[in-house]
């Protein structure tokens, strides 16, 4: 598994009195794609779930580009029972979790499918 991150410094403005203050910020950010968690049979039973897990409405479709984990993290939250509108909080733990669960007992079935087929 290949892990992608960026660091972003962020510098003290020149004009700071505050000596005291730290003179640098380091942030990083995690690039992971749903092929680094996921195996090519999650991420398609995943692509064949969208159009049911998606709603009727522009609110409730997938704001993510597909190929990303945040992507998947939509379509589990939604299977966890998360609404999908901007206005409602975030999915929990909870949420995630359900939809973990439903999302890895359709993954055994699928792979039962193809075992079968």
């Known amino acids: 598994m290949e892990i992608r991150y960026s660091e972003v410094e962020i510098q003290r403005p020149a004009h700071s009195k505050d000596k005291t203050a ?4 380091k942030l990083y950010a995690i690039d992971v794609r749903e092929q680094d968690v996921f195996d090519h049979n999650a991420i398609d039973v995943l692509k064949t779930i969208q159009p049911q897990v998606e709603g ?3 609110q409730q479709k997938n704001p993510h580009s597909q190929g990303t984990l945040a992507w998947a993290a939509w379509l589990i939250a939604r ?7 901007a206005s409602e909080a975030k999915p929990g ?14 993954h055994e079935g699928w792979k039962l499918a193809k075992m079968c087929a």
Request: hydrophobic share 35%; proline share 7%; glycine share 14%.
């Open 93 to 106: 733990p909870i949420t995630m979790l359900r939809g973990q669960q439903r999302f890895s007992a359709m």
């Open 56 to 58: 009727r409405t522009v």
């Open 22 to 25: 730290k003179p640098s910020i």
């Open 79 to 85: 299977l966890g029972g998360w609404k999908g509108y």
